[in-house]
Nanobody
């Protein structure tokens, strides 16, 4: 069993930055893929960024590429968010799995076993 606890998030003006974090405990040594998803009001949850332990190149959704950076390891994970836009407003979730996901499945929320409680990010002036 793995426990996932998130922190960070908050309110920021357009163009600003935030860095939510995600800590794991329990059988965290078994984690091989980590990711961040987000869910905007009235929309489905969507993939934002992912990182596989055995590969050094992270994956990003086109909507955040060049602005967001995923980093960390199986114990602590971060999502550095820069140049935030109003459309980035959402609840952000971190997710982890023991599977070393292939590229075509890293963006699928069904592939992840453990989830954080979510953290609100609001971008508004």
């Amino acid at each position: 069993q793995v426990q996932v606890v998130q922190s960070g998030g908050g309110l920021v003006q357009p163009g600003g930055s935030l860095r939510p974090s995600c800590g794991t405990s329990g059988r965290s040594f078994s984690i091989n893929t980590v990711a961040w998803f987000r869910q905007a009001p009235g929309k489905d949850r969507e993939f934002a960024a992912g990182l596989r332990r055995s590969f050094s190149t992270p994956q990003y959704a086109n909507s955040v590429k060049g602005r967001f950076t995923i980093s960390g390891d199986k114990n602590t994970m971060y999502l550095e968010m820069n140049n935030l836009k109003s459309e980035d407003t959402a609840v952000y979730y971190c997710a982890v799995t023991s599977k070393n996901l292939i590229l075509s499945t890293i963006s699928s929320e069904n592939a992840y076993d453990y989830w954080g409680q979510g953290t609100q990010v609001t971008v508004s002036s």
